[in-house]
């Protein structure tokens, strides 16, 4: 099998020692009116510990998914308020760019040939909250990008049979620790040949999605439709990785206090910055970008 080769795509990253006490998140700002979202933020996790948790993560997934003639692509984050690390990307094969390089196949015999995507939910909950209340939140957050105009032609359904690739494809796979300052990861599988190569079967330049595993941390307080920390807003936003779309918006930090800035704000910016349960024009655009040709099924 081919060893997996940890690639960073960060350059200029500077660690810091801090450790997250997932007990005590920094509040999240509410947006102001410039429609710049703000997020108190503290060091907390340097990338040398997130990476090597996503690396002993991924090996622990490739060992229940691999035999399926799938692997790990790599793994998109939702950094915590205060993270340092601000939700990145970290390839574990070199594709060589930021954008997810991963998308679904219409009709792929390797998933039995379905133009639906299926997602599924385990029976976990974190403290707090019940399976209900996760269930309403991935439900909820799955609905949102289902009725959007583009996914007219994309239908999105639940399913209660979770098997990767044969009958799931967005599978949110409950709440685990996590590394440290990461809210939720999704990480791609891909479909590869017996040597280990990807494939791209339809010709469009991307690898072949065959699966998507979301996990959420345990550590955090989750909440539904509160501010620290929505869970629907963070479901909404690792299912959009799970339909294919990459991270967005410009980063800005103020050092004199700490603050993170996104611009444009968006489901998909790389850290939370409070309660997102509406997808933002960018976030849509992304979205008719992947499946506004999508085949009717
Ligand atoms: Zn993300």
């Not at 997996?4 to 500077?14: S, Y």
């Not at 550590?219 to 990785?241: C, K, N, Q, Y």
């Amino acid at each position: 099998m081919k060893k997996l080769a940890l690639v960073t795509l960060l350059a200029g990253v500077t660690a810091c020692g801090d450790v997250l006490d997932p007990g005590t998140p920094a509040a999240p700002e509410p947006p102001r009116a410039d429609g710049v979202t703000e997020a108190r933020g503290q060091p907390v996790a340097p990338l040398s510990d997130v990476a090597a948790g996503l690396t002993a993560l991924a090996a622990r997934l490739e060992a229940t998914y691999g035999q399926l003639g799938a692997a790990p692509l790599g793994a998109l984050w939702l950094a915590a308020p205060g993270a340092q690390e601000m939700g990145n990307t970290v390839f574990f094969r070199d594709v060589g760019n930021k954008q997810i390089p991963v998308q679904w196949v219409p009709g792929d015999p390797r998933r039995g040939g379905r133009t639906v995507l299926r997602y599924g939910v385990e029976a976990s909950a974190p403290g707090g909250l019940s399976t209900d209340d996760v269930n309403g939140a991935a439900d909820r957050a799955m609905t949102t990008w289902a009725t959007q105009r583009c996914s007219e032609r994309l239908e999105i359904e639940r399913t209660e049979i979770l098997i990767p690739a044969a009958e799931v494809d967005i599978l949110h796979a409950g709440f685990t620790a996590l590394p440290p300052g990461v809210l939720g990861l999704t990480i791609p599988f891909i479909w590869v040949m017996s040597d280990g190569m990807p494939t791209d079967i339809d010709n469009d330049g991307a690898l072949d999605y065959a699966f998507a595993v979301i996990l959420y941390s345990s550590e955090f307080p989750w909440a539904i439709d509160a501010p620290v920390i929505d869970l629907e807003t963070v479901m909404l936003h690792e299912a959009g990785h799970g339909l294919g779309q990459a991270h967005f918006g410009s980063l800005f930090r103020t050092e004199a206090n700490g603050f993170y800035h996104f611009a444009p704000m968006a489901v998909m910016n790389a850290g939370y910055t409070g309660m997102q349960q509406e997808l933002k024009p960018t976030d849509r655009a992304g979205h008719c970008g992947i499946f506004g040709d999508w085949p009717i099924h």
